[in-house]
């Protein structure tokens, strides 16, 4: 997604990475443990639509080696959903899940992945967990960050992850 730089917002987030041992793989597995994946963009707050049809997720590979999200999960309080089909992600590339994954009734985007169940409340916190069970990164948000139709985006990859207010839906 292209982000429109609208300024930046102090995003509290913890984060968690586990060591990633390099081994040998073909071009269509994913390796075991599982490499970091990471949230790279949320919009809980939509503007051109209701929140029920307008939320998505970006997950980006920062790796070198293409990694399926199929089994990974994300967990939202006491909500939870588990990608169920196979969604490769390539080397250094993103993914989109959506919410809903027409463009025509979700405010324009086009998801690579569409979802139900997961609901990101305007102050709320987002875990990333492998297939393994190991937690990648847990994503904390307060309502006072958050600004309807602004995604919050990572800028950069650097520890602590920085994020600031961007896209405009």
Known sequence: LAPLFLGLVAFVATLSF??????AQDSTSTP?????????????????????????IEIWNPG???????????????????????????AGSFVVLAERGDPAINGGLR??????????????????????????ETLHWLATQVQEGRSLERVGSGLPAQWQAAWQL
């Not at 586990?18 to 081994?23: F, L, N, T």
């Not at 999960?73 to 992600?89: F, K, N, R, Y």
């Not at 998801?111 to 990648?136: C, F, H, K, M, W």
């Open 18 to 23: 586990a060591g990633h041992p390099g081994r």
């Open 32 to 56: 075991t443990p599982y490499p970091a994946l990471h949230v790279s963009e949320v919009l809980p707050d939509p503007r051109a639509v209701d929140d029920a049809l307008g939320e998505w």
């Open 64 to 90: 070198a080696q293409p990694v399926d999200m199929q089994g990974w999960q994300l967990v939202s309080g006491d909500e939870s959903l588990t990608i169920a089909l196979s969604l490769p992600i390539a």
């Open 111 to 136: 998801a690579d992945y569409q979802y139900s169940g997961l609901i990101l409340e305007n102050e709320d916190s987002l875990a990333l967990v492998a297939p393994d069970g190991r937690t990648e």
